[in-house]
């Protein structure tokens, strides 16, 4: 990651970082380097796995939180 690469991303929006599960630390490592880019960052600790495991629902491209409703669209995560 680097400012070009990120270039089109809005600094002002949250960026979360998440990862397969809680062994792997590649949602550590971007959110370190998100938020030295200047983005506002927050990891998903435990990554998709415990999203679920804590009630959450994944659908279709998006996190969905406990319920299924989101007062705003889903985001964007690519986890089907």
């Not at 680097?2 to 599960?21: I, P, Q, R």
């Not at 370190?32 to 983005?39: I, P, R, T, V």
């Not at 998006?62 to 964007?76: D, K, N, R």
Request: net charge negative.
């Amino acid at each position: 990651m680097d400012e070009t690469a990120t270039s089109h991303l809005d600094k002002t929006a949250v960026v979360v970082t998440y990862c397969d599960g809680i062994g792997c630390n590649a949602s550590t490592k971007g959110a370190l380097n998100m938020a030295k880019l200047g983005f506002k960052v927050r990891e998903l600790i435990g990554g998709l796995d415990w999203w679920k495991r804590d009630g959450y629902l994944t659908h279709g491209a998006g996190l969905l939180p406990p319920g299924g409703q989101s007062p705003t669209p889903a985001l964007e995560c690519g986890c089907d």
